[in-house]
């Protein structure tokens, strides 16, 4: 299984980036997926998660209101939606999957992209 993160990039704060994240072997709609984020020098935290066979979705308080999470199972992909973004966004932003209940915690995941860098200056 292999997941893909892709769409990160440089941008102003208060501009907006939409990450995708694509899956080989794994459908999305049948796994709890999430985003989690990791700055340099920090840990891995819980950014969003989309429950399966659901649209319950979950955030961070730090990106509720500005983050969306979605999921388009025709395509079989991932997006988190970033809005009105702030300079503590910055970081690579990692997706994942899991059969697991844990959604907040990354130790729950079994599958993870390679991750795609945020940058947002001020």
């Known amino acids: 299984v292999q997941l893909q993160a892709s769409g990160g990039g440089s941008v102003q704060a208060g501009g907006s980036l939409r990450l995708s994240c694509a899956a080989s072997?794994?459908?999305?709609?049948?796994?709890?997926t999430a985003w989690f984020r990791q700055a340099p020098g920090k840990e891995r935290v819980f950014v969003a998660t989309?429950?399966?066979?659901?649209?319950?979705?979950y955030y961070n308080d730090a990106v509720k209101d500005r983050f969306t999470i979605s999921r388009d199972n025709a395509k079989n992909m991932l997006f988190l939606q970033m809005n009105s973004l702030k300079p503590d966004d910055t970081a690579t932003y990692y997706c994942?999957?899991?059969?697991?209940?844990?959604?907040?915690?990354?130790?729950?995941?079994?599958?993870w992209g390679q991750g795609t860098l945020v940058t947002v200056s001020s």
């Open positions: 989309l429950l399966q066979n659901s649209n319950n979705a």
């Open positions: 994942a999957a899991t059969k697991g209940g844990w959604v907040k915690l990354p130790s729950t995941y079994e599958y």
């Open positions: 072997t794994l459908s999305f709609n049948a796994f709890n």
